[in-house]
């Protein structure tokens, strides 16, 4: 851990004027961004005291190697500047609401061709728009209710398949729950406008389609078509069942996202109620460490700051007023902000009195409640993981703590189709987004030492590339838009938050080292390392046989017991290692026992070859087309098309007239 005052800037060095700070790491990884009015007493009151800071912010500036700051012109662009660097940056210390995933909400696929009905839970996936949340009984309710009415398909990707190759509709397309595209009895265009219909109803615009279905119900009873009439008058009622569910909670004119938050000394729990047309239509938690010492009002703004600032689709449904319970931090400028987001004007008010105040009343319960649920069911978790980390540090005997932990495993079927993975774990917990695979030939494929030799070799030559181009980090550098400088005197280039920042593959190390296997490999891991002169980071191996722990250079394992928490850890980690790795092997070896005639064709690739046989329909009719007819494929030129037909005829010539097959499954992919 870092001295503050080794990296702490002087104190006449510091602007006064308003500005953005980052604390990077000794790595230069971002670990934290703030703004401030004022830069200089900001960043003064990190350095004076450390020992008064509440424990993260301790934690977070000694953790740090530097700090540097931007000088921006006005508030409103250090809030925009702010928002933008953590967006980018992604900092392990700032305020992060992490969205309540608890509860189901009704989504509707619009990014697919045949846009599908669904009830999801996690994370929200670009191109699905959704409503809710609703209790589990009570989505599948309003579900089932209005497929009668508005017929989408909500079958999974499998059954849409079997029955469009079949021909035939699922059961849902027998009882008019479906309007069976598959089978196409309604055009991509027609179920699309079905799906549209659904979503429009759901977003609250029932009224329109209820009087809709009366005109026709009165019309279809003018002309004694009474069957009709009667099917239409069920419509009406279940549309009037969902919509009377919602109860009108403010005037029927009001347009507004109610926000209440209930925070104890290290966490806080938000909650919002999003009302449209005076109903409530959807509600929304987060709950957030609170890793700085933020108040109240800063922490609505960045509540508000990422809520409306990282979602298009959201950005398009700002209401035209915010209720909270506090005006936050730079209430002026959030409210421009966000009114440039709108397009329109927005009030972010404080409700005193009225409907307004007691609503949001309500939904500070609600956040209180979800506070308690999500402390009750976090604790045993943080706690174990905790403990499993102390014991892996403790048992291995290493410094420093282990925030970060990469495992490696080799996979192959008799030393073929070598691959390895790599998985990381930062404190306790996957990070799916840094996993890595890597493809090993020649030499390197001979056994499974050499294998992970070659592995952690390109794993950490990345590791030294990304940091030696990396820009040497200057401690209290300043830099203004307009005019740019640092302390040395020399110039730098302006930081532009509109340009993506160059992403570092592998530019962050782990403090331990984790391979699938005894001695050997343990041995080759170190061997690897110690030739690119890394001697800070740690390499444990974990055997499968008896799950002992090897050391480099040890003649005898680490023996952890069998209740301990770290061991338990380990195991997890290499049983995802070895997951991976099996996944990505299968992949490989899969594509490697697909042959076909086509291969051997000089310049055609796989996209071509699909091509080719997605435009003839199959290789018999490939062999009998003329370069001329070939042509018309797309991608394919006239030197391409005498290619395949050079090569064709050699084929047939000695005989090599097999379709393409996979050898594992026996099945005829090009017949």
Not at 179 to 198: I, Q, W
């Amino acid at each position: 851990m870092a001295d503050p005052a080794s990296y702490r800037p002087q104190t006449g060095e510091i602007p006064t004027t308003p500005g953005v700070y980052r604390f990077r790491d000794p790595h230069g990884r971002v670990i934290y961004v703030g703004k401030a009015k004022n830069l200089r007493s900001r960043l003064n009151s990190y350095f004076a005291n450390p020992a008064g800071l509440l424990p993260k912010t301790h934690a977070m500036v000694h953790a740090a190697s530097s700090v540097e700051w931007t000088v921006v012109g006005s508030e409103l662009e250090s809030l925009q500047l702010e928002y933008t660097w953590i967006k980018e940056f992604k900092p392990r210390f700032n305020v992060v609401f992490r969205d309540d995933k608890t509860y189901p909400y009704l989504a509707v696929t619009m990014g697919e061709k045949y846009p599908r009905v669904q009830v999801m839970r996690g994370e929200r996936r670009k191109g699905t728009r959704y409503f809710g949340p609703y209790t589990a009984g009570a989505i599948r309710e309003t579900m089932d209710t209005l497929l009668r009415v508005f017929p989408v398909r909500s079958c999974s990707a499998g059954v849409f398949k079997r029955a469009e190759s079949s021909g035939r509709p699922c059961l849902l397309g027998y009882i008019d729950k479906c309007s069976a595209p598959c089978v196409g009895r309604v055009t991509p265009d027609e179920h699309r406008g079905l799906a549209e219909d659904f979503c429009s109803f759901m977003g609250g615009e029932a009224k329109r389609f209820i009087s809709r279905l009366e005109k026709d119900m009165a019309a279809a009873v003018a002309e004694l078509d009474y069957e009709r009439a009667a099917g239409l008058r069920d419509d009406i009622i279940a549309l009037r069942k969902v919509f009377e569910r919602n109860a009108v909670v403010l005037a029927e004119d009001t347009d507004a996202d109610v926000f209440a938050l209930h925070e104890d000394e290290l966490e806080a729990s938000v909650q919002v109620f999003h009302v449209r047309g005076g109903r409530v239509r959807g509600q929304r938690g987060w709950v957030v460490e609170k890793v700085e010492d933020a108040t109240t009002p800063e922490l609505i703004e960045h509540l508000l700051q990422q809520v409306y600032g990282e979602d298009s689709e959201v950005q398009g449904r700002i209401p035209r007023e915010v209720l909270v319970p506090e005006n936050p931090s730079n209430h002026v400028e959030l409210t421009e902000w966000l009114g440039g987001l709108r397009g329109a004007r927005v009030d972010i008010r404080v409700p005193q009195r009225g409907d307004k105040a007691a609503l949001m009343s309500t939904v500070r319960e609600n956040a209180e409640q979800a506070l308690k649920l999500h402390k009750t069911r976090r604790a045993g978790d943080i706690t174990v993981r905790s403990l499993a980390l102390q014991e892996l540090q403790e048992a291995l005997e290493i410094p420093v703590p282990l925030l970060r932990i990469e495992c490696f495993d080799i996979s192959h079927v008799q030393g073929t189709n070598v691959v390895a993975s790599m998985v990381v774990v930062e404190d306790g917990l996957p990070k799916k987004s840094d996993y890595r695979k890597f493809s090993i030939t020649g030499a390197a494929a001979a056994d499974d030492t050499a294998a992970m030799h070659d592995v952690l070799t390109r794993r950490f030559r990345h590791y030294l590339t990304d940091k030696a181009a990396q820009v040497p980090i200057i401690s209290g550098e300043i830099v203004n838009p307009t005019r740019t400088g640092a302390r040395n005197g020399t110039d730098v280039p302006p930081s532009d938050p509109a340009l993506p920042a160059p992403k570092a593959k592998f530019a962050y190390p782990p403090n331990l080292v984790v391979v699938d296997g005894g001695q050997p490999q343990v041995n080759a891991a170190a061997r690897a390392l110690a030739e690119l002169g890394i001697d800070d980071v740690y390499v444990v191996g974990l055997a499968k046989r008896l799950e002992e722990v090897w050391l480099p250079d040890s003649d005898f394992p680490v023996i952890l017991p069998r209740t301990s928490q770290g061991l338990y850890l380990l195991q997890r980690i290499r049983d995802e290692a070895h997951r991976f790795a099996i996944s990505f092997h299968r992949q490989k070896r899969g594509k490697a026992m697909t042959v076909s005639v086509l291969d051997g064709v000089p310049g055609l690739g796989e996209a071509k070859r699909k091509a080719l046989v997605a435009h003839f329909g199959s290789l018999k009719k490939i062999k009998a087309a003329s370069v001329e007819e070939l042509t018309s494929a797309k991608g394919i030129g006239p030197a391409l098309a005498a290619a395949v037909v050079q090569h064709l005829g050699s084929a047939a010539d000695t005989g090599e007239t097999a379709p393409a097959v996979n050898m594992t499954t026996g099945e005829i992919l090009e017949t």
